[in-house]
């Protein structure tokens, strides 16, 4: 625009207007034909220039569009650029994990009333898969995230659960917070000493008289300053983590252990509650109590040790008129005799139920060899054997029921 007014005072100036210009008349013709040739060669020369202006114009316009595009480009690149060490931190502060157990073998059942069992068979089971996600929000707050999967062949369903999901506050080594699901006070503790999860789960676990996580409120620690003692005390829903479901009250978990000695321990523990079994609408008449004890010591090379439980009412006992009583140990070992192969056994034997049903009994053990493949990731040859008895009515006349599996295979570990 501004060129166009510019071209329009030139032309002004002088004394042109519109497509003609108009000059005073010439008393000659020669004159007024050199006038008009003049006045010709003006017109082209300020079309020249209106059309020189033009371009100029459209040049200007289209400098301000690249300036206007670039500064938007910078400013997006700022802000990628002060993005990336957000997202950088953020993963810096994530780590992820994870935790399989496996088997590949041959299992014999056979039921002394009905002969062999469906459960015998040779097939493959992933017993467990984890999945973690932790994050470190600060020195303090962190958040957990841990999933199970597992197949097992006899049953052929799979299942997933989120096994941990919890917010973390640690406050001190010997107050350490955690809110949601996560690991109870005993299971865990015991399986980090005897060392073979990945072929059976601990005495507690393996014959449900435990929980290995569970929905509430957990707080644990080390105390003294060489670790000396430790402690762990839950608060939950009762129904493990496999049922967040709420309860009408809660149940309480708690361990105490004392370390003599780098690698030795003594721990106690107890467990009191419904089980998640009592609600509003449902009376739980019994409370479901367990007592536990562990003498163990763990090293690179030498693992020992022994676990006691008694437990009274545990179960569906909790909605029964009727109290019952349940007690078990279970013995370990295992000894490495090279940089990459262990021997180890184990042997389990409960009484599990010591007023209704006195003849209720189980004997397990196992033997195994365990090779090292590689970091992270272990095979055992292992050989199992359970004996399960109970009484039974029917058919009749009444007698005593056993169950006898014998299992051999391959059992593994992949952790990462």
């Not at 100029?56 to 500064?71: F, H, K, M, P, W």
């Not at 690149?77 to 502060?93: C, G, H, I, R, T």
């Not at 209720?360 to 292992?382: E, I």
């Amino acid at each position: 625009m501004r060129s166009k007014m510019l071209v329009v005072a030139i032309a002004a100036g002088l004394g042109l207007a519109g497509a003609g210009v108009h000059a005073a008349p010439a008393p000659q013709d020669a004159q007024s034909a050199a006038r008009s040739a003049e006045v010709e060669q003006l017109k082209a020369q300020l079309a020249a220039l209106q059309a020189k202006m033009d371009e100029l114009e459209q040049r200007t316009d289209a400098q301000s569009d690249i300036n206007v595009s670039t500064g938007q480009n910078i400013e997006a690149l700022q802000k990628s650029q002060a993005a990336a060490p957000s997202l950088e931190k953020a993963l810096a502060d994530t780590s992820f994990s994870g935790k399989m157990y496996f088997d590949f073998s041959n299992i014999d059942q056979k039921n002394s009333d009905t002969g062999k069992t469906d459960a015998s068979g040779t097939g493959l089971d992933v017993k467990r898969f984890y999945l973690g996600v932790d994050h470190q929000f600060n020195d303090i707050w962190s958040a957990n995230l841990t999933t199970d999967f597992n197949y097992v062949s006899n049953d052929g369903e799979t299942n997933l659960f989120v096994k941990k999901a919890y917010v973390q506050g640690k406050f001190d080594p010997a107050a350490v917070l955690r809110i949601g699901s996560a690991d109870m006070p005993w299971i865990p503790f015991v399986e980090s000493y005897y060392g073979f999860r990945y072929v059976e789960n601990t005495l507690t676990d393996r014959l449900k008289y435990a929980n290995s996580a569970d929905w509430g409120l957990h707080l644990f620690g080390n105390l003294g300053a060489n670790k000396a003692a430790n402690y762990a005390v839950s608060v939950v829903n009762g129904g493990g983590y496999k049922n967040p479901g709420r309860s009408k009250g809660v149940d309480i978990e708690g361990r105490v252990g004392f370390v003599p000695f780098e690698g030795m321990i003594v721990a106690v523990g107890g467990y009191s509650g419904h089980l998640g079994k009592e609600t509003e609408s449902i009376d739980a008449p019994q409370t479901a109590q367990r007592g536990d004890l562990m003498v163990a010591y763990a090293d690179k090379k030498v693992r020992v040790g022994a676990e006691y439980f008694t437990a009274k009412n545990w179960g569906n006992l909790v909605l029964s008129p009727v109290e019952d009583k349940a007690d078990g140990y279970s013995l370990w070992g295992s000894v490495a005799l090279t940089d990459d192969i262990a021997l180890f056994a184990r042997y389990d034997n409960a009484k599990l139920s010591k007023d209704l049903d006195d003849e209720a009994k189980d004997v397990y053990y196992n033997l195994g060899l365990q090779y090292q493949v590689t970091k992270g990731f272990k095979l055992a040859a292992v050989w199992k054997h359970e004996k399960a008895e109970r009484s039974v009515a029917d058919p009749v006349p009444p007698h005593v029921q056993n169950v006898k599996t014998n299992e051999i295979g391959v059992f593994g570990e992949v952790a990462f």
